[in-house]
């Protein structure tokens, strides 16, 4: 059931239209309806209906009224008899006067809070629920006056919305001015909307017609609210609203609190295409802004004077726009200066020299680059709040949407650039996040459903980067793309080289935020990297560049330059794992230089594990050889067929990773055994790094085979001394530990170990780091066994993480002892066992698990004693 009061009272079921019956019980429903869902008090309905000459038996006719209404309604529960009186029991909302009021306030609420377009649809809602004048059959005057009074608020708050959004309807305003012309607020809306409709003549008659009327007929003079829109017309101003946003604001916190914070005139936000400099403009800026989309126009003065809704005359736009604007405290934002930077700048410059009270908030992907200028870079979204961003939409088009760790995923690869994860997250309609992450290869085909109303240029992904391409010369496209064949960014000596071009060009790409510059790096965000890179690539030039690179650093990662080289080479990483996989296919004997240049870095950073899928696809496509670097190769991705080459392998040596492999992998030299020409190469090696490593194996072997102690510790600290004199880390940290197993003080050795870890920490030596923590804890066993045991468990969590599979083994058997210690041969058992199942091949294998078998026998032996 619905009942209408807005015009003829009349109640509608679902059947249809009710005919309620007479005057006196359509005013009883109209006043129940009024207070619909209240109890209306029995004297007041009686007053209502019969006013000041009730019948004798009021409460009884009172009540026969009420049987004719619900016999007309077909249902007596719709109307509930109270002692202090009767109620309607309907919902509010199916009452038109009450739907009508809420509607009304959520639009008036809407205009307050700055939406105007919001406002106009609420309030045309609520209008469109009124059929004539109000209680139109009934006698009711008061209330139908209160209810027009509603109408006439909500018709003015319709108009002014339609004002603040530019297309206010002339005739019918001008019709109300007829009916109400004493009203000056109609007035003032009148002389707006000629105003914006370029009727400026036309406007300022209107005020001398309310000036003529206010005077004749009450003698006053226009308000002030009505003579400031007078001189607002005079100096050929309008009032356009800033656009209403329809999705929340997310982040950008710091963004905010920094703009809030600048007292420069000219503020610019810069950022790449799809970052939200637009958003963040808006969501900074306060009431009365003056907003500018550069983005469709040529002509920015033209665009600027109509945005304020001034017409261009005989003055210089530039001057009309300074005769509008010098004596306003306001706020212009030019928004999307970057393909009409050039007068986007003249234009500032000249409104902030003749406004002294003006404020300019530019958006650009460059700086306007005038002086003054206060730039505000906005950066892509921090990781917590693109995932927010993403969540946030997501549940726009899926309100089941639950966060993931896709989600984190795609929103870490589409690097948190805000319009990317909006169309990503609008995806989630039809994608699960799974699905979405492993289209990201795509990711140009995959976003390209976006707002239908936005921009064309920010509809799809690709529409965001090809507006920022085209706005590049062809120096900076070809720029951009050679750069884009970069993984994780690079230096300016790499640019100029594999590129071919200088600096100026560079500082274009930067300025124009197709690339980043942070700590002397340069690089793309992924999505523009993309993009870029299906127009060219230089990935020969690349490879060449980072071959020659690994050479020159090689010899630098053991002297005593060593820790920037090593900060050198890890900068580059990917570029160099991108170079390894490009030469694979195209150049496998560069492919082969490249391995064989970075074998000692990635050995020391413990990288072995991470390029081993890329050492077997080369070994698939190099012939077999007897090479240095085939050995290299061999030692990364089939360890097991080492041995047999390193047998037959001559000097001289270049890598010093063929040394470590060979002990790693075949153990120490049988004394018994023929010597190999390699040995007798690598002992007559002038090289003081060798020399220093020969040094160290001496005196490990030597105290291995003869026992001699003195002698080993003299060897080590001569070995130690010429590491040290190198300024090598790695070599000395080594020594360092074999004088702590040589030692026989414990608090020595242990001094010994800590010296050594602080060595090789300082290089990020992950591989030792986590051997020499393990050992630590070997050597505080009888001293401190609670530390030794947070040691030995540090070692298996940087075991793990450096895929150290001995040394987690190693790790394990030392929890065990102690466990054993404990007397939880259980615990012991399990630890030993799953020690057993980390070992394979390799003489630290074969090590390691003559140690844990050692172990398990001492167990079973304590178990049976």
Not at 323 to 350: K, S, T
Not at 638 to 655: K, T, Y
Request: hydrophobic share 45%.
């Amino acid at each position: 059931m619905h009942v209408g009061i807005l015009g003829p009272v009349e109640a509608h079921s679902p059947d249809g239209k009710v005919s309620v019956g007479g005057p006196r019980p359509r005013t009883l429903l109209a006043l129940l309806a009024l207070r619909v869902g209240d109890i209306v008090p029995l004297d007041r309905l009686i007053d209502e209906l019969y006013g000041s000459e009730p019948p004798s038996d009021a409460a009884n006719a009172l009540q026969g009224q009420v049987s004719r209404l619900r016999r007309a309604l077909g249902d007596a529960s719709l109307i509930e008899f109270h002692p202090a009186g009767y109620r309607l029991v309907l919902a509010a909302g199916q009452v038109d006067a009450h739907r009508f009021a809420e509607l009304a306030a959520e639009g008036q609420q809407a205009l307050e809070h700055g939406d105007p377009q919001g406002a106009e649809s609420l309030l045309s809602e609520a209008l469109q629920l009124w059929r004539g004048p109000a209680l139109a059959d009934v006698d009711a005057p008061d209330h139908a006056t209160r209810l027009e009074q509603q109408r006439s608020a909500a018709t003015n708050a319709l108009i002014a919305a339609r004002i603040r959004l530019g297309k206010a309807d002339v005739p019918e305003i001008s019709d109300l001015v007829a009916r109400h012309p004493l009203d000056e607020r109609l007035r003032g809306y009148l002389m707006q909307a000629l105003n914006q409709q370029g009727r400026q003549a036309e406007a300022l008659q209107a005020f001398e017609d309310a000036r003529s009327l206010l005077a004749e007929e009450l003698g006053t003079d226009p308000s002030p609210e009505l003579r400031a829109i007078h001189l607002q017309i005079l100096r050929g101003q309008t009032h356009r609203e800033l656009p209403a946003q329809l999705t929340s604001f997310v982040g950008r916190q710091e963004e905010l609190r920094r703009l809030a914070s600048l007292t420069s005139r000219l503020v610019t936000l810069t950022g790449p295409g799809g970052a939200g400099k637009t958003r963040l403009a808006l969501q900074s800026a306060g009431p009365g802004a003056i907003f500018v989309d550069l983005a469709p126009v040529k002509d920015v003065p033209a665009a600027t004077l109509q945005a304020l809704g001034l017409k261009e005359t005989v003055l210089a736009p530039e001057d009309r726009l300074t005769l509008a604007l010098r004596e306003r405290d306001a706020l212009l934002i030019l928004d999307n200066c970057e393909h009409v930077i050039v007068q986007a700048a003249r234009l500032a410059q000249h409104l902030l020299s003749t406004c002294p009270s003006l404020r300019i908030l530019a958006t650009s992907r460059e700086a306007l680059g005038i002086t003054g200028e206060t730039l505000c870079p906005v950066p892509p979204l921090k990781p917590e709040q693109s995932v927010a961003l993403f969540v946030d939409r997501a549940r726009l088009v899926n309100p089941a949407f639950a966060q993931d760790q896709h989600t984190v995923d795609i929103c870490r690869e589409l690097d948190g650039l805000p319009l990317a994860v909006e169309l990503a997250a609008a995806r989630t309609r039809t994608l699960t996040t799974q699905e979405i992450a492993a289209r990201l290869g795509d990711r140009f085909r995959l976003l390209t459903k976006g707002n239908r109303a936005a921009a064309p240029r920010h509809q799809t992904l690709r529409a965001v980067v090809e507006w920022s391409w085209d706005l590049l010369d062809a120096d900076e496209r070809d720029l951009a793309a050679a750069l884009a064949t970069f993984s994780g960014g690079a230096t300016l000596e790499a640019v100029e080289q594999v590129c071919g071009h200088d600096l100026e060009v560079l500082e274009a790409l930067v300025d124009k935020s197709l690339v980043e510059a942070v700590d002397g790096r340069y690089r793309m965000l992924e999505t523009i990297r993309e993009f870029c890179s299906q127009h060219k690539r230089v990935d020969a030039e690349h490879a060449a560049y980072f071959l020659a690179l690994a050479r020159r650093a090689d010899p630098e990662l053991r002297r005593r330059d060593q820790v920037r080289w090593f900060a050198r080479l890890t900068a580059e990483h990917a570029n160099f794992l991108q170079a390894l996989e490009w030469a694979t296919e195209h150049d496998p004997d560069l492919a082969l230089q490249l391995v064989s240049a970075l074998s000692w870095y990635w050995y020391v950073k413990g990288s072995r594990t991470e390029v081993e899928g890329a050492a077997r696809k080369l070994l698939a496509r190099v012939p077999e050889q007897s090479t240095e670097e085939y050995a290299i190769l061999l030692a990364l991705a089939a360890p097991e067929r080492v041995q047999n080459l390193l047998e037959h392998l001559s000097g001289p040596i270049r890598q010093p990773f063929v040394l470590v492999a060979w002990a790693m992998l075949v153990g120490p030299p049988d004394p018994d055994a023929p010597r190999t020409e390699l040995q007798d190469e690598v002992e007559r090696s002038q090289d003081p790094w060798i020399q220093g490593l020969i040094g160290f194996s001496n005196s490990y072997t030597g105290w291995a085979a003869r026992g001699d102690r003195a002698e080993a510790i003299a060897q080590a600290r001569e070995a130690l001394r010429q590491f040290q004199d190198l300024g090598e880390r790695w070599g000395a940290a080594q020594v360092m530990d074999v004088l702590a197993n040589l030692t026989e003080d414990p608090h020595e050795a242990l001094a010994l170990t800590d010296e050594a870890l602080r060595a090789v920490g300082e290089l990020g030596a992950e591989e030792e780091l986590a051997e020499l923590r393990g050992r630590r804890a070997d050597r505080l066993l009888d001293l401190d066994q609670d530390e030794a045991e947070r040691d030995y468990l540090q070692a298996l969590e940087m075991a793990t993480q450096a895929g150290l599979s001995a040394t987690r083994a190693l790790a394990k058997a030392g929890l065990a002892k102690i466990a054993q210690r404990r007397d939880d041969l259980v615990r012991a058992e399990q630890l030993l066992r799953e020690a057993q199942q980390e070992l394979g091949f390799g003489w630290m294998h074969n090590a390691a698990k003559l140690h844990v078998e050692e172990l398990l026998s001492e167990l079973v032996r304590s178990r049976e004693a």
